[in-house]
Nanobody
Framework: QVQLVESGGGLVQAGGSLRLSCAAS????????MGWFRQAPGKEREFVAA???????TYYADSVKGRFFISRDNSRNTDLQMNSLKPEDTAVYYC?????????????????WGQGTQVTVSS
């Protein structure tokens, strides 16, 4: 069992930055692919970024490539650094954990979800 708790959301102006954090509990955290998804009002939840168990391989949605960066450490934290934010990045952001390979995150439903954190980007 893995429990995920996100933090770091908030209100920021367009062009600004935010850093989201996801704290994981559970004995086998290091074996999981970790990722971030988001859901904007009236839209389906979409994949944002994923990182494999070792932290060496990362994957991003085209809409955030070059602006968002995912990382993880041995202290059970997975972060999402979000730069050059745009109003269209406004959404609830969810942390996810999955036993499937990182390159497949977003294709299948992750095993575990966090409760979500709101990110609002004003124009």
């Amino acid at each position: 069992q893995v429990q995920l708790v996100e933090s770091g959301g908030g209100l920021v102006q367009a062009g600004g930055s935010l850093r989201l954090s996801c704290a994981a509990s559970g004995r086998t955290f290091s074996l999981y692919t970790m990722g971030w998804f988001r859901q904007a009002p009236g839209k389906e939840r979409e994949f944002v970024a994923a990182i494999n168990w070792s932290g060496r391989n990362t994957y991003y949605a085209d809409s955030v490539k070059g602006r968002f960066f995912i990382s993880r450490d041995n202290s059970r934290n997975t972060d999402l650094q979000m730069n050059s934010l745009k109003p269209e990045d406004t959404a609830v952001y969810y942390c996810a954990a999955d036993r499937a390979p990182a390159q497949t995150m977003g294709v299948t439903e992750p095993d575990y979800w966090g409760q979500g954190t709101q990110v609002t980007v004003s124009s």
